[in-house]
């Protein structure tokens, strides 16, 4: 499992992650929203930790700099 993933890409999926946590513990999103949002942010949080994103691989795109 090759990193295909650059630095900004990954703060940008954080950043994301961490937004949508704001918006349910505020009580902006709730329901079926909240259970959706939450588990993209999930997976967004996982990808931007192991620096790789297995939908990258059938396009062969890489934000990673070489």
Same mark, same amino acid.
């Given at each position: 499992?090759?990193?295909?993933?650059?630095? $900004?890409?990954? #703060?940008?999926?954080?950043? &994301? +992650?961490?937004? !949508?946590?704001?918006?349910?513990?505020?009580? /902006?999103?709730?329901?079926?929203?909240?259970?959706? $949002?939450?588990? #993209?942010?999930?997976?967004? &949080? +996982?990808?931007? !930790?192991?620096?790789?994103?297995?939908?990258? /691989?059938?396009?062969?795109?890489?934000?990673?700099?070489?």
């Amino acid at each position: 499992m090759k990193n295909n993933m650059g630095n $900004l890409d990954r #703060i940008i999926r954080t950043l &994301l +992650a961490v937004l !949508v946590l704001v918006l349910y513990l505020t009580n /902006v999103i709730s329901g079926t929203v909240a259970i959706i $949002l939450g588990i #993209i942010a999930v997976v967004f &949080l +996982a990808t931007s !930790v192991i620096g790789f994103c297995p939908l990258y /691989v059938p396009f062969r795109l890489s934000t990673k700099k070489e």
